[in-house]
């Protein structure tokens, strides 16, 4: 282990080493903000084939592959037929009937309640997360305390272990404290929403601390001076600055619990708690080729508001998956 | 640091609202806790909340009020999980070892021996409903011969004696109508419906408490009086249960193999036992018994093929599309990128369960489309999701789909942070084009992203989503003693272990798996962290 005075250096790496699919120290930005367009000598075609053509042709190709599913759901979904074979690349028909029986919320299959029970629990997990993790890092970054860089590393060391991993132990948890306030135990949104709460804390509020270190101290200073307690400096001064920050890492940790299956898989168990990804799971494996309009228009439906806010805010959202904004 | 006890504004009342809140809803959940006799959960509670108490009201603890909040769910939701991880592994944690050691002894006292010789006056069984839905809400008449009739409350056999179990006794005129369709407001279940019940209840192991014995339960349409006697009687200064029918003691059983039950000296074990440390047996019986070696090693062998194909082939398409695009003149890249991180936002499972029914073999459009080839090379279709080869591939091709747009950004990130002068002095050396790449640009970006990669390769390891969602570990591999798949990695393998409820849940073995995982993990941490040294040591300048 590296020198206590190399305590910087020391944590860009324990950083990068954390796992997570991905965030580390590098910093770069997909484009600087407003540079003059340069004019260039048009070229000939043979010169544009040459030095611009074939990569052209290659990002076609990917292009193609990237949206070759998507194609296929959408289409499917305005097909208004279950049949799996009668699935084409582009939409034929704009049958709605698919959409019809989703929104209807079926008993046996209730699609909406799922969906809503997905936002609820994420919405709320990942906003809970991100404020005890901006918390947890105001006092890393701005306290000297006994035991401070311990805490930091002991938190990166924890976050080693994806929460899920312990699935088994946190199961027969869950089943205890039910037994105790049955209210926030098993299969219940309230107690799937605490156990996602505890999952990130660790690794958000390391991500977060970075970002807090890089706001200047003589703000806090001069607000103390002036008389601001640590909690009007934090609401007031830093919470403001890290905010592209926090809404970065709240997205990502949103997107991740909306996604995450094994936990709920595992704590929840009557059709009416299940989050999206339990009930579509149960639903799909059923009976594939049946099902596929229904599967199709489920899908369009949970993907696109996600879709939406990354293409519109994925700037932000891509410097912060791969370190720039949220380091700093 | 000026908050602290002196300091009587609006944040200290506030505090002390929630501390006491908090504080109020501890002492009831101790109470439930002592009451269960769950001394550890207890002792856990009172030093968290002791803490918390601490930390809230003792003046000079700045930091960790801003911690503790997050320090709470952490340590109940991941500390602790981990910990207890390690616990149950040493356990024999299954179906049939799930409870206390006096639970299971409270089990087998309640156990009844009814002598098949003393039989007792035969009653005819009838089922009424309140209707409340509830499925317990349902009481029992039985009429005998004379018309005598018990109406009331079952129990199950296991569950100890009700008082007042019984809500009418009586005697039915001759001439009434037996059974009436409706009794005491409750209405008569039809046959069918005590079918469907019987489906959710045990009838056989009902009983009815009346004054004069137990009416036990013979099926769904009859029960008798018997005389039932207590079958196992615990002796707890010999720890032992006494069989007092067949005459044997049965002692907590000494080896691992049996401990955690009770082996009565006939040799017969009794299921079900208790919860019981077996120290390293679960790691013991992966790494000997070759009816659940074999398969453990398969997994595990592929679950390194697995991450390493995912990081190498997400890798090298999204440098690829990377490189391609890094030219300054090219135009449209905002579309490009755009398009390219679409398969990065659709929530994996959903995509992946689209994947699935695009490589379904028999309907999937990817055989549809594929067909033309299949007839011109004269081959069956390919199965891609059942033929054990095959589905290996679609789960690396569906990963490649989930996992190159990430690679493209961090790669296109690491090319644009790469100073220019590098590559023109370089140049100027006569490094251009393939060489320049290889000698330069391309060590200069595994300096940058080969902790990323590692991190990518940890994330890939554990992917449950993608496997789970895709193949479900499948095909199944024949002849193995334990649930596994072609394509199981380690943690569907210890998923599948830990509940799939056909051949039961071994949650001991499952923990065990997962201690494996964590160990693996920290290897993985530790070698980045040394392997990342190595690279900036020989390229990082700074």
């Given at each position: 282990m590296a020198a206590p005075d190399n305590n910087q250096e020391l944590e860009a790496r324990v950083e990068s080493a954390a796992k997570s699919g991905g965030q580390s120290g590098m910093f770069f930005a997909w484009r600087k903000a407003k540079e003059p367009k340069p004019i260039y000598p048009k070229m000939s075609g043979k010169v544009w084939l040459r030095t611009l053509g074939w990569r052209h042709l290659i990002a076609i190709l990917a292009v193609i592959f990237s949206l070759y599913p998507v194609m296929y759901i959408i289409s499917s979904s305005l097909s208004g037929q279950d049949n799996l074979s009668a699935a084409t690349f582009f939409p034929t028909t704009f049958d709605f009937s698919s959409y019809q029986v989703l929104f209807s919320n079926p008993d046996l299959t209730p699609f909406m309640t799922w969906l809503r029970n997905s936002w609820i629990v994420s919405l709320a997990a990942s906003s809970m997360n991100v404020a005890l993790a901006a918390m947890a890092a105001f006092a890393f970054s701005r306290f000297r305390f006994k035991g401070r860089r311990t805490g930091l590393l002991a938190l990166l060391l924890v976050q080693i272990f994806p929460q899920f991993l312990a699935f088994v132990a946190i199961l027969l948890i869950m089943i205890e404290i039910g037994n105790i306030i049955p209210a926030i135990g098993l299969d219940t949104l309230a107690g799937l929403t605490l156990v996602y709460l505890g999952g990130a804390i660790g690794f958000n509020t390391f991500l977060i601390k970075g970002f807090m270190d890089s706001i200047p101290d003589s703000l806090d200073e001069s607000a103390r001076v002036d008389g601001a307690s640590q909690w009007t400096i934090f609401t007031k001064i830093i919470l403001p600055l890290a905010r592209p920050a926090l809404a970065v890492i709240f997205i990502i940790s949103f997107i991740n619990l909306f996604s995450e299956f094994l936990l709920a898989r595992t704590l929840l168990s009557s059709t009416e708690n299940f989050t999206f990804a339990v009930g579509l799971q149960l639903f799909t494996s059923a009976n594939y080729a049946a099902s596929w309009g229904l599967l199709s228009a489920a899908a369009v439906v949970g993907a696109a508001p996600i879709v939406l806010t990354f293409l519109i805010a994925q700037r932000a959202i891509i410097s912060g998956l791969t370190g720039g904004s949220v380091k700093g | 640091m000026a908050a602290s006890l002196g300091n009587w504004g609006t944040g200290f009342w506030v505090r002390l609202v929630l501390l006491a809140l908090l504080d109020a809803v501890a002492l009831w959940s101790s109470l439930i806790l002592i009451a269960d006799g769950s001394v550890i959960m207890f002792l856990g509670l009172v030093i968290g909340v002791l803490f918390i108490n601490w930390v809230y009201l003792w003046p000079r603890t700045e930091a960790l009020r801003w911690i503790t909040p997050g320090l709470v769910f952490m340590t109940i939701f991941v500390v602790i999980p981990i910990i207890y991880t390690s616990y149950v592994s040493l356990t024999n944690w299954r179906t049939g070892n799930v409870t206390s050691k006096e639970q299971t002894i409270d089990f087998w006292e309640a156990k009844v021996y009814v002598d098949p010789e003393a039989e007792g006056t035969l009653f005819d069984l009838f089922v009424y409903t309140d209707d409340s839905g509830d499925p317990d809400g349902f009481k029992l008449l039985l009429v005998n011969e004379e018309g005598q009739y018990v109406y009331g409350d079952p129990r199950l056999r296991t569950e100890t004696a009700i008082e007042?179990?019984?809500e009418d006794e009586g005697t039915f005129a001759s001439g009434e109508e037996i059974p009436p369709a409706e009794f005491n407001g409750s209405r008569l279940l039809t046959q069918r419906e005590v079918f469907q019940l019987s489906t959710q209840v045990d009838f056989k192991n009902l009983v009815v408490d009346t004054d004069s014995g137990e009416i036990v339960i013979l099926g769904l349409s009859q029960g008798r009086v018997v005389q039932a006697s207590q079958r196992y009687v615990y002796d707890e200064e010999a720890d032992t249960l006494i069989d007092t029918v067949e005459n044997r003691v049965c002692s907590p059983g000494e080896v691992t193999a049996t401990k955690g039950n009770f082996v009565c000296d006939d040799g017969e074990v009794l299921v079900p036992g208790w919860v019981a440390t077996i120290g390293l047996k679960n790691y013991n019986t992966v790494a000997t018994n070759p009816l659940i070696r074999e398969p453990f090693l398969r997994v595990f062998l592929w679950n390194f093929v697995f991450a390493f194909l995912s990081v190498a082939t997400t890798f090298a398409l999204g440098l690829l599309l990377a490189v391609t695009m890094?030219?300054?003149?090219?135009?449209g890249l905002r579309f490009y990128r755009s398009v390219f991180i679409i398969p990065y936002a659709i929530p994996a499972f959903l995509s992946i369960l689209v994947w699935r029914g695009l490589f379904n073999s028999s309907f999937g459009t990817i055989n549809r489309t594929l067909a033309p080839l299949y007839d011109l090379l004269g081959i069956d279709p390919i199965r891609w999701l059942s033929d054990p080869t095959w589905a290996k591939v679609t789960v690396i091709l569906v990963n490649l789909w989930l996992g190159f747009p990430y690679m493209f950004l961090l790669a296109t990130g690491a090319l644009q942070s790469i100073p220019s002068d590098i590559l023109e002095a370089a140049s100027v050396d006569g490094a251009t084009g393939g060489r320049a790449f290889r000698k330069i640009t391309f060590p200069l970006l595994m300096v940058a992203l080969a902790p990323l990669l590692i991190g990518s390769f940890a994330f890939n390891f554990n992917n449950f989503n993608l496997i789970f969602l895709l193949?479900?570990?499948?095909p199944p591999v024949l002849g193995a003693d334990i649930p596994v798949g072609h394509t199981d990695i380690l943690i569907s393998f210890t998923f599948n272990l830990a509940s799939n409820a056909g051949r039961g849940n071994n949650f001991g073995l499952a923990s065990a798996i997962t201690m494996l995982i964590f160990f693996l993990l920290l290897l993985i941490s530790a070698f980045s962290f040394r392997f990342t040294k190595r690279l900036e040591d020989t390229y990082g300048g700074s």
């Open positions: - | 007042d179990g019984v890094h030219h300054y003149r090219m135009k193949t479900q570990g499948g």
